[in-house]
């Protein structure tokens, strides 16, 4: 179905037409010819099954004896074709939450997971006739979406390569967006936005999964400091030589970027160790 514009006019126009057949019937009437008055009112009565009021950010759908012929967009008063049945809908932008589902992420991690969807009407004469209620639609497409797109990424990213559901949430949205988008097309229906409003693992997994949280942000940290104590170490090492402070052998180069590498990767405060021959001394 495509949308239209059905023909139109101004509906004062029409309120003047119908008032000015109601009063020729009254003339006719009181000159007693009585089948041009009648006449006259049924043509009144016609032109009044044409008139349509279009409030604001809605639009009316207009069929024919059961034949599509058009939409009114514009906001007024209209006549339009009389003997007509008309749809009014809004085309405003709507929400939907979604309730929290319970899936499978890639990796089999059962998740909760729930998403907020803004839509508005765009294609009145798809919203009406090529579904049966596009809210319900829109409902059931999001829910759908949701679970697809979970099921396509991890719930957190431990290898720190590709996308995760918790760590990339702008990215995962707009993959969302557009997969809902490709769905509700179908129902003149455009998707405003997409985001996700609950992620959580399930109550089941979520203890064991919160500890390899932890463990894995320990690593990642520990990792860190390594690579900052050994950058350190031979920094030192490298400025002692070059002013000539003291002279390494490859023995005490050893010692020194071990205490070094003790010092800094520790969690605890460290205590000096002086070697027997400082002590002698």
């Not at 032109?47 to 950010?57: D, E, H, R, T």
């Not at 008063?77 to 899936?103: D, E, H």
């Not at 995760?164 to 990215?171: C, E, M, V, Y």
């Not at 390594?226 to 000539?244: K, N, S």
Request: glycine letters at 4%; aromatic letters at 8%; charged letters at 20%.
């Amino acid at each position: 179905m495509k949308e239209q514009q059905v023909w139109r006019i101004n509906g004062f126009v029409g309120v003047a037409a119908i008032f000015a057949c109601l009063a020729a019937a009254l003339f006719t009437f009181i000159s007693e010819i009585f089948i041009l008055g009648i006449l006259l009112i049924v043509v009144a009565i016609v032109l009044a099954s044409g008139m349509i009021i279009v409030p604001p950010n809605k639009t009316t759908v207009v069929t024919f004896f059961g034949r599509y012929i058009g939409s009114v967009s514009d906001n007024g008063l209209f006549l339009t074709v009389p003997l007509t049945a008309k749809k009014t809908m809004s085309l405003r932008v709507r929400n939907f939450n979604s309730q929290k589902l319970k899936v499978n992420d890639v990796e089999g991690n059962p998740i909760e997971i729930a998403a907020v969807i803004v839509f508005k009407v765009v294609n009145s004469a798809k919203a009406v006739f090529d579904v049966d209620d596009y809210i319900q639609f829109v409902e059931i497409q999001s829910e759908t979406a949701v679970r697809n797109i979970a099921s396509q990424y991890p719930y957190d990213n431990f290898e720190e390569e590709g996308f995760s559901l918790r760590g990339n949430a702008p990215q995962i949205s707009s993959v969302l967006q557009t997969e809902l988008q490709d769905r509700l097309n179908l129902a003149g229906v455009q998707v405003v936005e997409a985001r996700l409003t609950h992620l959580a693992y399930s109550t089941e997994v979520a203890q064991a999964m919160l500890q390899r949280q932890q463990a894995a942000a320990i690593i990642s940290a520990r990792k860190k400091i390594v690579e900052g104590a050994v950058g350190m170490a031979q920094m030192a090492i490298q400025r002692l030589e070059a002013d000539h402070v003291v002279e390494l052998d490859e023995e005490r180069k050893v010692n020194m970027v071990n205490n070094l590498m003790v010092a800094i990767v520790s969690e605890k405060g460290t205590q000096p160790v002086l070697t027997p021959e400082v002590c002698i001394n």
